[in-house]
């Protein structure tokens, strides 16, 4: 009797969860316009790239594994009859790969409109990568700025566009800190605190950015796309896992249900104006719940300029800022 009423209770805090997810609405026709989804060979990049298609849009599925990456590619083919959908090979891992694709991009493009920053990886463990920097900083954060900066131009030229940034919910811990940005955390659950570090330093990216481009007509914003049911989870099991894979059959979201707050910030009217913003179920997100730190403008300004330093940009590749 106790079971049926503990799934009972279940059942309905599922279709609770479920009424309340909220999906994109919007109408947007897409043909005609070019799009980037990083990590797109699966998960909620996938679900992005495959709405893209389906709407029309040229997409450019940017991943690390070309066998993935053409899979994906014939799948979203099969589903919608585009053809025009391609895959682009970047490993984030790599400042090098980041800089070939974005050369790639500017020499084959002649515009783009959207870019879905979504590739990402978790618990990675506490690794250099070959240019010198913490691998998870890089794979989230270093290879994302990079990337975006390099295409601005081009993006500009494409104006109104919009840049979207695929973040998470901060984690609460003393260790996260933006202001260490190439050090492995220390305390308990390092990775997480890794993980969370660099998700707030692509918030603080977005809100600087979306100060750089004022006047631009290049919109920047970032997405929490909810607890999603996806392969983010497959390294992991760090000790906040185990009630998670429980929850997980519960609470968490379909990759296709992931990527509606992208689509919304990708494609209605209503996002169109907001740069700087956070979204997360297909709306802004209240700031009680948004990381305290990412509004901090002095922060933004200084993790910035970090970043330039520590990826040795050109100084035609450094964006005035507008403080
Ligand atoms: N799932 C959630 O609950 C959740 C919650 C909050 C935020 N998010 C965010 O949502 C986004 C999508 O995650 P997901 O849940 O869809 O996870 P996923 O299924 O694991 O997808 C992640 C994608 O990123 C790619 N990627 C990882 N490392 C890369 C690298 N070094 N270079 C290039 N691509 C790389 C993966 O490629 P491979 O297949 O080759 O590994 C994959 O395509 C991420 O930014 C994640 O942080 C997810």
């Not at 893209?52 to 599925?61: M, N, P, Q, T, Y």
């Not at 992931?258 to 209503?270: F, R």
């Not at 990826?311 to 403080?323: G, K, M, T, V, Y």
């Amino acid at each position: 009797m106790i079971l049926l009423d503990i799934l009972f209770c279940l059942v309905l805090i599922k279709l609770i969860i479920k009424v309340q997810i909220r999906r994109d609405k919007s109408a947007q026709c897409l043909i005609g316009k070019t799009t980037i989804v990083t990590g797109a060979n699966t998960g909620i990049g996938f679900c992005t790239a495959l709405e893209f298609a389906k709407r029309g849009a040229k997409v450019i599925i940017a991943c690390r594994d070309r066998v993935q990456g053409e899979n994906a590619r014939e799948n979203i083919i099969s589903a919608t009859g585009n053809k025009n959908i391609h895959v682009g090979i970047v490993d984030f891992r790599s400042l090098r790969s980041v800089r070939q694709f974005a050369n790639e991009i500017r020499s084959k493009e002649t515009r783009l409109d959207i870019l879905v920053n979504n590739a990402a990886g978790i618990k990675l463990g506490n690794k250099t990568t070959d240019d010198g920097l913490n691998l998870t900083m890089q794979v989230n954060y270093f290879g994302p700025y990079l990337l975006t900066i390099l295409l601005l131009d081009l993006m500009k030229r494409s104006a109104p566009s919009r840049i979207i940034n695929v973040a998470c919910v901060g984690i609460c811990s003393p260790h996260v800190n933006p202001r260490v940005l190439n050090e492995y955390p220390s305390g308990r659950c390092p990775e997480l605190v890794n993980y969370a570090n660099s998700k707030l330093c692509l918030m603080l990216f977005t809100n600087e950015l979306a100060r750089r481009l004022r006047g631009t007509e290049v919109t920047v914003n970032s997405v929490h796309p909810g607890a999603v049911d996806s392969d983010l989870l497959r390294n992991a099991n760090c000790c906040l896992w185990s009630p998670v894979l429980l929850l997980k059959c519960m609470c968490f979201k379909t990759p296709e249900e992931g990527s509606q707050t992208i689509l919304h910030v990708a494609l209605s009217e209503e996002a169109r104006k907001s740069s700087g913003k956070y979204f997360t179920n297909c709306q802004t997100e209240w700031r009680y719940f948004t990381p305290k730190e990412s509004f901090d403008v002095c922060l933004a300004k200084e993790v910035w300029e970090n970043t330039e330093d520590l990826l040795h940009l050109a100084d035609n590749e450094r964006i005035p800022s507008c403080l």
